[in-house]
C-alpha cells in the first residue's frame, strides 16, 4: 500500500456526481479508495476508484470489474456489500461502499482474548460458507481484508481477485498467483487449480495470527514465505495454546484433500476447540513445591519418617510369599474395598494416580467432577439424562460449593451451553436458545458465577447475536422477526446497555404499513405470505420519470397497441398520451424496459435497488379506481419475456392479466417500484 496522504497531495480528489470526496484512506496499485459523503442520504461512503494509470492495463481493469460484479452478487451480515457501481467524471470506474469506521484486523491485538477470537472466526466462516455456496473463492482472505463496521461486526472485504464459478482459474500477472504470500495456500503459490480450501487455508492462518500475535511463517521476501508455506511443517503452538493445534493443523493441511471439507465443516471443529488448555499433572513440580516444606521438618520427624518406611518395607519383604527379586518393594494386591498402597518408591510419581504426594481420598464433588470432564469430552453437555456434564456440575456444587476445581468445570461448561446458545439464536431456534440460556443462568447462580468471565463472555456473544439476528430482519422488513429476536434478550439477561441497543435497532425496523424512513421513492412496507417488503405507495408519476429521461436520455417508447392512422399523424408517447395529465399522475406509454431501467437509474442515485412487483406482491395493493386508472407492469413473464404481465383494470376496463410486448408503451398502463432488502 502506498501512502494515500501522498496521493491526496498529488492529485486532485476525483469528481463523481452526488458525492462529495473528503481524503484517500487507502490506495492500491490499481485503484485508491476515497471517504466520501453521499449527498442525497447524509452518510459517510467509502468509494474505490480506478487510477488513471490504471485504465490501460487490461488486467487491472478485469480485476476491478469482477470486484464490482462479485460484491454485487453477495449480501451477507458479514460482506462488506455495495451501494452503487458507476463512473466519475473523468471516465473512471467506481463502486461505493459502506464506511468501516474502526479499522481492520491486523489494527488488532487479540492475544489472550480467545473469546473473541472465536466470534470473529465464526463471523468469516459463515462469510465464507454464503460466498463458496455461490461459486465464490474469495482467495485473498488475510486481516487487512477483515474491516468492522460502528457495530464493531467484522466484515469481509476486497473481492478483487475473488474466483466465481464459470471464470477462469486465475487472473495472473507475468504468470504470477495472485494473492497475499503471507495468507497463501500451497496449490495457490503454486499457481496450481484453487477452490474454497484454499479460503480456509488462509483463514487457519489468520487463526494462528489472531492466537498468538504473530504469523506462522515469517520471511524477508514474497518468494520464501512461498515457499515455506508450500514445504515447511506447520509450527507448534505455545503450551498455553496447544488446544488449538489440531484445529490449526487441519486448516493448514499442505493439501486440499486433508483440510475441512468446507466453511461449515470447520465451523463445527472450532466449537469443538476446547475453551481452555487440558491441565496435566507434572510430578517433578509437585516434589519440588513440596521439598521447602520437608527441610524444614525437624530432625526426629525425618529419622521417624524412616522408621516408618523402613518398618513397613521390611513387613512387605517378610510375608509369606513375598518376591524377593528386583519387585522387593512391590505390594501385595489390597483386600477387596480397601484403598490401594502407596510406594515411596520414584517410580510411584509417573503418575498421578500413584503419586507420593496424592491428595486424600476424592470427595463426592470431586468424583463428580471427574465425571463432567469426561463427559465434556464425549460431547454430553446436557444429555443423555443422568450422564451429562451439565447436570454433573450442578450436584457437584450441591455437595461442595467451595471445590477447589469447581468454579473453573463451572466455566467450561458455561462457555460450552453458551455456544449453543448463541448457534441456536442465529439458526432461529429459538426455544433451544432458551432453553441454554436458563441453564447458563441457573449453573452461573448455583455455582457463583455471576460475575465469572465466562458469563460475562456469553453475553456478549449472545448480544452480537441478537444484533446480527435483528439485523438481517431489518433487511428483509421484517419487524416480527425483530421483536422475537429481541425476546431472548431478557432471557440472556443481558445488561440495560446491551438491550437498549437491541431496542433501538428493532425500533428502526419498520412495520407493515409504515413508509421507509429516507428512500426517495416513497416505500411502503407491505406482506406477502410470511415475507415482508417495500413498495412505491403509489404508482410512478410523470414528473419522477421526465428527471429520469432527462438525466438519461432515453427515448420515448411507442404508444398504443393497435395501428391506427391517428397514431401516425399524432405521435404518442408518455409526453403526449393523448389527454392531459398532471406531474404527479401516473405516468403511462412507458414500456416494460423502459420501468426497468428506470429502477435500475434510481438504484444507482439512493445506493438501493429496485425492481418491478411480482404478482403475488402487487396483489397486496388496492386496486386502482378513478377515470384514469392504470394497469401496471409486472416482473413476471412469458416466452423468453418477450411479453410481460400486467396487472389491475385500467380506465379502459381491460383486465391486466394478458400479457403485453415489452417493448411497447399503452397508454393504460404504468408501473411501480419494489425495494429489495
Known amino acids: 500500500m502506498h501512502d494515500p496522504h501522498r496521493h491526496r497531495d498529488a492529485q486532485p480528489l476525483p469528481d463523481i456526481?452526488?458525492?462529495?470526496?473528503l481524503r484517500a484512506i487507502a490506495e492500491g496499485g490499481m485503484s485508491t479508495v476515497y471517504l466520501a459523503r453521499q449527498e442525497a442520504l447524509g452518510r459517510e461512503v467509502a468509494i474505490k476508484v480506478m487510477r488513471p494509470e490504471a485504465l490501460v492495463d487490461e488486467v487491472g481493469r478485469r480485476r476491478f470489474e469482477n470486484e464490482a460484479r462479485t460484491i454485487g452478487r453477495l449480501e451477507h451480515p458479514h460482506i462488506v456489500g455495495i451501494h452503487q457501481i458507476g463512473r466519475s467524471a473523468d471516465d473512471r470506474p467506481f463502486f461505493a461502499m459502506p464506511y468501516m469506521p474502526r479499522g481492520h484486523l491486523g489494527?488488532?491485538?487479540?492475544t489472550g482474548d480467545e473469546a473473541r477470537v472465536r466470534e470473529i472466526l465464526r463471523a468469516l466462516l459463515s462469510a465464507l460458507a454464503y460466498a463458496h455456496s455461490r461459486g465464490v473463492v474469495h482467495r485473498d482472505v488475510k486481516a487487512e481484508n477483515v474491516l468492522f463496521d460502528e457495530s464493531d461486526r467484522p466484515m469481509l472485504a476486497d473481492f478483487g481477485i475473488a474466483l466465481r464459478r464459470g471464470y477462469g482459474s486465475r487472473v495472473t500477472s507475468a504468470g504470477l498467483a495472485l494473492g497475499s504470500t503471507a495468507y497463501m495456500a500451497p496449490e495457490q503459490a503454486r499457481g496450481d487449480e484453487v477452490d474454497h480450501r484454499a479460503d480456509l487455508?488462509?483463514?487457519?492462518?489468520?487463526?494462528?495470527?489472531?492466537?498468538?500475535?504473530?504469523?506462522p511463517f515469517e520471511a524477508q521476501d514474497a518468494l520464501s514465505m512461498a515457499v515455506m508455506h508450500a514445504q515447511d511443517p506447520i509450527p507448534r503452538l505455545p503450551p498455553a495454546l496447544r488446544h488449538w493445534q489440531r484445529f490449526i493443523d487441519r486448516a493448514m493441511a499442505k493439501y486440499p484433500l486433508k483440510r475441512f471439507h468446507d466453511a461449515n465443516d470447520m465451523l463445527q471443529a472450532l466449537e469443538r476447540v476446547p475453551r481452555r488448555p487440558p491441565r496435566h499433572f507434572a510430578p517433578r513440580d509437585a516434589v519440588a513445591a513440596a521439598l521447602p516444606r520437608l527441610r524444614a521438618l525437624p530432625r526426629a520427624a525425618w529419622i521417624a519418617g524412616a522408621l516408618v518406611l523402613g518398618a513397613a518395607g521390611l513387613a512387605l519383604a517378610l510375608r509369606p510369599g513375598a518376591d524377593q527379586g528386583p519387585g522387593f518393594f512391590r505390594a501385595a494386591p489390597a483386600p477387596a474395598g480397601a484403598p490401594a498402597a502407596q510406594s515411596p518408591a520414584g517410580p510411584a510419581l509417573a503418575h498421578p494416580d500413584t503419586a507420593l504426594l496424592r491428595a486424600a481420598p476424592e470427595s463426592r464433588a470431586g468424583t463428580l467432577l471427574e465425571d463432567a470432564k469426561r463427559q465434556l469430552r464425549q460431547g454430553r453437555l446436557t444429555a443423555p439424562e443422568g450422564d451429562n456434564a451439565y447436570a454433573s456440575v450442578i450436584a457437584a456444587a450441591a455437595a461442595d460449593a467451595g471445590h477447589l476445581e469447581l468454579p473453573a468445570l463451572a466455566g467450561r461448561v458455561i462457555e460450552a451451553l453458551s455456544a449453543q446458545a448463541t448457534k441456536a439464536i442465529a439458526d432461529g431456534d429459538d426455544a433451544l436458545a432458551r432453553r441454554q440460556l436458563a441453564r447458563v443462568a441457573d449453573l452461573a447462580a448455583r455455582t457463583g458465577q455471576q460475575a465469572a468471565p465466562a458469563l460475562a463472555a456469553t453475553r456478549r456473544e449472545v448480544a452480537a447475536a441478537l444484533a446480527a439476528r435483528i439485523d438481517a430482519a431489518a433487511a428483509r422488513f421484517d419487524r416480527d422477526a425483530a421483536n422475537r429476536a429481541l425476546a431472548l434478550a431478557e432471557a440472556a439477561a443481558l445488561e440495560a446497555p446491551a438491550r437498549a441497543d437491541l431496542r433501538r435497532r428493532v425500533e428502526a425496523v419498520p412495520a407493515v404499513g409504515d413508509l421507509l424512513p429516507g428512500d426517495p421513492a416513497q416505500m411502503t412496507v407491505m406482506r406477502a405470505g410470511d415475507g415482508a417488503f417495500a413498495l412505491t405507495r403509489r404508482a410512478i408519476g410523470v414528473d419522477d420519470y421526465r428527471r429520469f429521461a432527462e438525466a438519461t436520455g432515453r427515448a420515448p417508447a411507442l404508444c398504443r397497441e393497435r395501428?391506427?392512422?391517428?397514431r401516425v399523424?399524432?405521435?404518442?408517447?408518455?409526453?403526449?398520451?393523448?389527454?392531459?395529465?398532471?406531474?404527479?399522475d401516473a405516468v403511462v406509454c412507458v414500456s416494460w424496459d423502459d420501468a426497468d431501467a428506470y429502477a435500475r437509474w434510481l438504484g444507482q442515485r439512493s445506493g438501493h435497488r429496485y425492481r418491478l412487483p411480482t404478482a403475488v406482491e402487487a396483489a397486496t395493493r388496492a386496486p386502482a379506481s378513478g377515470a384514469r386508472a392504470v394497469a401496471e407492469w409486472?416482473?413476471?413473464?412469458?416466452n423468453g419475456c418477450e411479453r410481460r404481465a400486467v396487472r389491475g383494470a385500467s380506465w379502459r376496463r381491460e383486465e391486466g392479466a394478458r400479457p403485453r410486448a415489452a417493448d411497447r408503451g399503452y397508454d393504460d398502463v404504468g408501473f411501480r417500484l419494489v425495494r429489495e432488502p
Open 634 to 638: 409486472l416482473l413476471d413473464c412469458e
Open 201 to 215: 487455508y488462509a483463514l487457519g492462518v489468520l487463526t494462528w495470527e489472531m492466537l498468538t500475535g504473530r504469523l
Open 107 to 110: 489494527q488488532r491485538d487479540l
Open 563 to 566: 395501428a391506427s392512422v391517428l
Open 17 to 21: 456526481p452526488g458525492y462529495r470526496l
Open 569 to 584: 399523424l399524432a405521435r404518442r408517447d408518455w409526453t403526449s398520451p393523448g389527454f392531459d395529465q398532471a406531474g404527479g
